[in-house]
T-cell receptor, first 112, second 113 residues
Framework: GQNIDQPTEMTATEGAIVQINCTYQTSGFNGLFWYQQHAGEAPTFLSYNVLDGLEEKGRFSSFLSRSKGYSYLLLKELQMKDSASYLCAVRDRGAAGNKLTFGGGTRVLVKP | DAGITQSPRYKITETGRQVTLMCHQTWSHSYMFWYRQDLGHGLRLIYYSAAADITDKGEVPDGYVVSRSKTENFPLTLESATRSQTSVYFC????????????FGPGTRLTVL
């Protein structure tokens, strides 16, 4: 099985930077995904890490350390529209198909 | 339109009734998934399918039935709805590669009275 932990809620100011941490325990890691979910909407894909290091996509970056079972999502130059939940999901090597296990999500509130 | 759709978007039913939630995707993705999302539990996998006529249980399959006779459709049936099945249900699909992200449908909000 897998255990995925991320903070429940974070608050930040418009224009600032926020880092959302995700720790996981898995018997056979095979990739980590970050999704964004606005209230009342479906999750949408943000990033995918399978090797150690930083992946950058515009204002969003995601980091992975497999040895530490740790990832973070970095949101820079925060905008009001970034207020959403951010979901960390892990794929296990033993998982058939593309099964993912999701953390509970981190709700980010961006204040003016 | 291309993409992944779910119907109905909202459903209210009564305890004991059978309910079917529909999911349709136009990408010919091999994998399809059903999740439920509840406060305090995040997204939990109910069932998934690797291809037509191949389905398997996820984390919370009890009380649900799925079928996949065609690649593009993956209906989820609640055989006898219970109040604990009140939730938001998301369908998702993905390609065959491990790095392929899952694309989610808009969700169905189901209330069981």
């Amino acid at each position: 099985g897998q255990n995925i932990d991320q903070p429940t809620e974070m608050t930040a100011t418009e224009g600032a930077i926020v880092q959302i941490n995700c720790t996981y325990q898995t018997s056979g890691f095979n990739g980590l995904f970050w999704y964004q979910q606005h209230a009342g909407e479906a999750p949408t894909f943000l990033s995918y890490n399978v090797l150690d290091g930083l992946e950058e996509k515009g204002r969003f970056s995601s980091f992975l350390s497999r040895s530490k079972g740790y990832s973070y999502l970095l949101l820079k130059e925060l905008q009001m529209k970034d207020s959403a939940s951010y979901l960390c999901a892990v794929r296990d090597r033993g998982a058939a198909g593309n099964k993912l296990t999701f953390g509970g999500g981190t709700r980010v509130l961006v204040k003016p | 339109d291309a993409g992944i759709t779910q119907s109905p978007r909202y459903k209210i039913t009564e305890t004991g009734r059978q309910v079917t939630l529909m999911c349709h995707q136009t990408w010919s993705h091999s994998y399809m998934f059903w999740y439920r999302q509840d406060l305090g539990h995040g997204l939990r996998l109910i069932y998934y399918s690797a291809a037509a006529d191949i389905t398997d249980k996820g984390e919370v399959p009890d009380g649900y039935v799925v079928s996949r006779s065609k690649t593009e459709n993956f209906p989820l049936t609640l055989e006898s709805a219970t109040r604990s099945q009140t939730s938001v249900y998301f369908c998702a699909s993905s390609g065959p590669s491990g790095g392929n992200e899952q694309f989610f449908g808009p969700g169905t909000r189901l209330t069981v009275l």
